[in-house]
T-cell receptor
Framework: GNSVTQMEGPVTLSEEAFLTINCTYT??????LFWYVQYPGEGLQLLLK?????DKGSNKGFEATYRKETTSFHLEKGSVQVSDSAVYFC??????????FGAGTTVTVRA | GAVVSQHPSRVICKSGTSVKIECRSL??????MFWYRQFPKQSLMLMAT?????????EQGVEKDKFLINHASLTLSTLTVTSAHPEDSSFYIC??????????FGSGTRLTVV
């Protein structure tokens, strides 16, 4: 089965609203965890990452904390903008350096 | 920063023909390159992993003879879709891994087989 479970969307928000996208993973050990963002018709861009338990990744106002006890890596942003409209993917890296992706969450921010 | 150039961005081909997609790491050497396929509104499905100078490792269910991967140098990998059919139409994305930059993705190729 899929080793990354991600909250499914779509999610629609108003500007300046709080965004959270849940992500949980299954793994042995402590895999590196990532959040990627995909804009329409483009590839993936790394948004943030965390490589060990309790690490907090942050970028462009987004944050995610590596929670070992709940095997989670939820993405949050306190005040979204229209430009944050995109598809967000949670991912974990396995020991053979392959990335496993969640299903993706489409976020639409309205002005 | 790390940049991966993927070309072409869009291609339309006739059924039965072959299409080659290139993936280049422009300013770094990639230890490994990955090829993904993405269906509309779905996640990325890993097709294969390739290391420079060795044969690609394909994921279960991916036809090796249909999706030919060549990784001739540390900066270039190619995916050739042979004898393409309409069901091969999809969005193909490459990713290059390096120690310094982790994973860097290309901008994707939209393949349409008519």
């Amino acid at each position: 089965g899929n080793s990354v479970t991600q909250m499914e969307g779509p999610v629609t928000l108003s500007e300046e609203a709080f965004l959270t996208i849940n992500c949980t993973y299954t793994a042995t050990g402590y895999p590196s965890l990532f959040w990627y963002v995909q804009y329409p018709g483009e590839g993936l861009q790394l948004l943030l990452k965390a490589t060990k338990a309790d690490d907090k990744g942050s970028n462009k106002g987004f944050e995610a904390t590596y929670r070992k006890e709940t095997t989670s890596f939820h993405l949050e942003k306190g005040s979204v903008q229209v430009s944050d409209s995109a598809v967000y993917f949670c991912a974990r890296r396995s020991n053979d350096y392959k990335l496993s992706f969640g299903a993706g969450t489409t976020v639409t921010v309205r002005a | 920063g790390a940049v991966v150039s993927q070309h072409p961005s869009r291609v339309i081909c006739k059924s039965g023909t072959s299409v080659k997609i290139e993936c280049r790491s422009l300013d770094f050497q990639a230890t490994t390159m990955f090829w993904y396929r993405q269906f509309p509104k779905q996640s990325l499905m890993l097709m294969a992993t390739s290391n420079e100078g060795s044969k690609a490792t394909y994921e279960q269910g991916v036809e090796k003879d249909k999706f030919l991967i060549n990784h001739a140098s540390l900066t270039l990998s190619t995916l050739t879709v042979t004898s393409a059919h309409p069901e091969d139409s999809s969005f193909y994305i490459c990713s290059a891994r390096s120690i310094e930059y982790s994973y860097t993705f290309g901008s994707g190729t939209r393949l349409t087989v008519v």
